[in-house]
């Protein structure tokens, strides 16, 4: 265990569906990231959120909408995704004080699209 | 943009040393990590780097130059449990600072 905590660890939905990632950490942590890590590509930065303030939106799609309604809660909604949105959905946190030097990243949910 | 380069694959047999190399391009440079990663797990924070010269934790040292925009990551005395995927990472002021990744590379240690 990381300290940061994602559920579902597993997923697997059709194109019309509509399901919701979530990530949470109590490490006291202010910023909160949404990754996502396709096989053989780098990871993709998504969203940053900075004491629930969202603070980068990386060109993504709007099938895609975060929420973050606390400092230790982030959500990644989903809603008509295309089979290309299969991969890794990797959330991480980072403190204060050392800012992004060092990320405290979640094992992941993994999303099948049909 | 920015841009990293690391292999994609090293091979290496346990008590080996290898090295790890990670190239990059960006603009205004702030500091570069490495993290680990094993199949089915979160990546994990190894090092970072911001100033020239090796920073050592136990078996890992991390490397940088700022003057060839080259970092590498130096794994001692290989275990079998080292088996996984390196990643680098740089924030600059590019990326707003926020860590960008290479494409990461598979280490595979042999008995």
């Known amino acids: 265990e990381t300290g940061v905590t994602q559920t579902p660890r597993h997923l697997v939905m059709g194109m019309t569906n509509k399901k919701s990632l979530k990530c949470e950490q109590h490490?006291?942590?202010?910023?909160m990231y949404w990754y996502k890590q396709s096989a053989k590509k780098p990871l993709e930065l998504m969203f940053v959120?900075?004491?629930?303030?969202?603070?980068e939106n990386n060109s993504v799609p709007s099938r895609f909408s975060p929420e973050c309604p606390n400092s230790s809660h982030l959500f990644l909604h989903l809603h008509t995704l295309q089979p290309e949105d299969s991969a890794l959905y990797l959330c991480?946190?980072?403190?204060?004080?050392?800012?992004?030097?060092?990320?405290?990243f979640g094992a992941g949910s993994r999303l099948t699209v049909l | 943009g920015q841009s990293l380069e690391q292999p994609s694959e090293v091979t290496a047999v346990e008590g080996a040393i290898v090295q790890i190399n990670c190239t990059y391009q960006t603009s205004g440079f702030y500091g570069l990590s490495w993290y680990q990663q094993h199949d089915g797990g979160a990546p994990t924070f190894l090092s970072y780097?911001?100033?020239?010269g090796l920073e050592e934790t136990g078996r890992f040292s991390s490397f940088l130059s700022r003057s060839d925009s080259y970092g590498y990551l130096l794994l001692q005395e290989l275990q079998m449990k080292d088996s996984a995927s390196y990643f680098c990472?740089?924030?600059?002021?590019?990326?707003?600072?926020?860590?960008?990744f290479g494409r990461g590379t598979s280490l595979i240690v042999h008995p």
């Open positions: 990472a740089v924030r600059a002021a590019g990326g707003s600072y926020i860590p960008t």
């Open positions: 991480a946190s980072s403190p204060p004080d050392s800012g992004a030097n060092v990320l405290t």
């Open positions: 780097n911001a100033l020239d």
């Open positions: 959120y900075n004491f629930k303030e969202q603070t």
């Open positions: 490490l006291g942590h202010n910023a």
